[in-house]
């Protein structure tokens, strides 16, 4: 069985017949050599690459937890709550069953209720608003700035007398201008809610993000660049009171079991998962600089006036959890490239505050034109762990070509 060095060999090489991929491989106790194959497929995202780099490490933590007997709230999740807080700078770390519990969780912490309104970014992923109304709460939808984040220029416009909090997206894996968010918030006694589930390892002015707010939410989606094997999520606070009631909610709203103090949820983050996620928060500094190698050489190597590269904000030390194009012709260039091979995805297409879940709230196409034109423009490109220089640079190509 051969051992491979980039890439594992496709079982059928499919693309166009002008591009090849110069792969290295070898054979137990043979020397090494040189191949060449065409391109397979680049999708957005290779979890398999991703596991493959620390797989016997994975597989010893499966193992130990499986051989333990003791699959829920153990010692697996009570040492990566611990190790997690402690890398993102907090006080606490309650795990949970995934991001959008961990913004549930949040937002009836802090007593988010029916008559309450939170304001967030119209550009997010739709999870951060549900999270909002699942709490009772209604969302109010500002607009976002330059970078993608929530504009602070623009939030005290959308306080009233019912506003409870403000609920900030750091979007894509850079932070928003937090200093100035927060401030907000304090002038007018607002709670502050962040959503960190695209932002792990992010920092602002050498601050971790999440740990501006009353709360900081994260997700562990596989695809996050701190994921598990499933679904998971985490909640950081510096309060002892959020802490434990955010552990009194994601237990039935229960302290001693059998005994319930009001209603509650089951979102528990398992023993495998919190196993599985301290191996790859082992690695998250690397991964993290990997990731930031490889959007230096897209923003070196991309040219084409056609095409808006992400801009990098002063004092954000972006993370890169995905790699975000603007072109006005969107669709034109997703067939492009997608007849080349490369996929593409859009983050996101609809607006929340057009989604047919939130028909309810009033709004209507012209609202927030600024979050509008970013739907209709906006496309992320291959980025990924274990993304190959070859493959980079043919995206590169094919994108200059456009």
């Not at 491979?4 to 070898?26: M, N």
């Not at 050599?33 to 010893?60: P, S």
């Not at 937002?107 to 209720?113: E, L, N, V, Y």
């Not at 993000?209 to 679904?231: A, E, M, Q, R, V």
């Amino acid at each position: 069985m051969a051992v491979y060095d980039t890439i594992r060999l496709p079982k059928k090489a499919r693309v166009e017949d002008d591009y090849k991929l110069r792969l290295w491989y070898r054979l137990p106790g043979e020397a090494r050599v040189e191949r060449n194959i065409k391109m397979e497929q680049i999708m957005t995202n290779r979890l398999d690459r991703g596991f493959m780099r620390y797989q016997n490490e994975f597989e010893e933590a499966a193992l130990r937890v499986l051989r333990s007997g003791w699959y829920i709230t153990g010692r697996e999740l009570t040492a990566f709550e611990e190790a997690y807080a402690a890398y993102c700078g907090a006080s606490y770390c309650v795990g949970c069953g995934n991001g959008l519990d961990a913004l549930t969780l949040a937002c009836r912490a802090i007593g988010c209720g029916k008559g309450d309104e939170v304001i967030v970014q119209g550009n997010t992923f739709i999870a951060s608003v549900m999270g909002i109304s699942i709490a009772g709460a209604t969302p109010v939808f500002a607009e976002p700035d330059e970078n993608y984040q929530l504009d602070p220029a623009g939030i005290e416009e959308k306080i009233t007398e019912n506003t409870k909090a403000v609920m900030v997206v750091h979007l894509y894996g850079q932070a928003a201008k937090m200093e100035e968010i927060a401030a907000v918030c304090r002038k007018h006694k607002l709670k502050l809610i962040e959503d960190c589930a695209q932002s792990h390892g992010a920092r602002y002015h050498g601050k971790m993000t999440g740990t501006f707010g009353d709360i900081g939410c994260f997700s562990f989606y596989p695809s996050k660049n701190l994921g598990c094997f499933g679904d998971g999520g985490a909640v950081i606070t510096n309060s002892e009171e959020y802490r434990d009631r955010i552990r009194l909610l994601r237990n039935y709203g229960s302290k001693v079991r059998y005994y319930n103090e009001e209603v509650g949820m089951n979102s528990r983050l398992d023993e495998i998962q919190a196993a599985l996620l301290s191996v790859r928060l082992k690695h998250l500094p690397e991964l993290i600089e990997e990731r930031r190698e490889l959007a230096k050489r897209y923003l070196a190597g991309i040219q084409n006036e056609k095409i808006h590269l992400p801009q990098l904000q002063e004092g954000a030390d972006h993370v890169f959890h995905q790699f975000v194009l603007r072109c006005k012709d969107r669709d034109a260039l997703m067939k492009y490239l997608e007849e080349r091979k490369i996929s593409t995805i859009i983050h996101y297409p609809v607006p929340p505050h057009l989604a047919q879940a939130y028909a309810d709230l009033g709004y209507r196409e012209g609202d927030l034109p600024i979050t509008e034109r970013y739907a209709k423009e906006v496309v992320s490109i291959p980025m990924f762990n274990g993304l190959t220089r070859e493959e980079q640079d043919y995206v590169i190509d094919a994108i200059n070509a456009f």
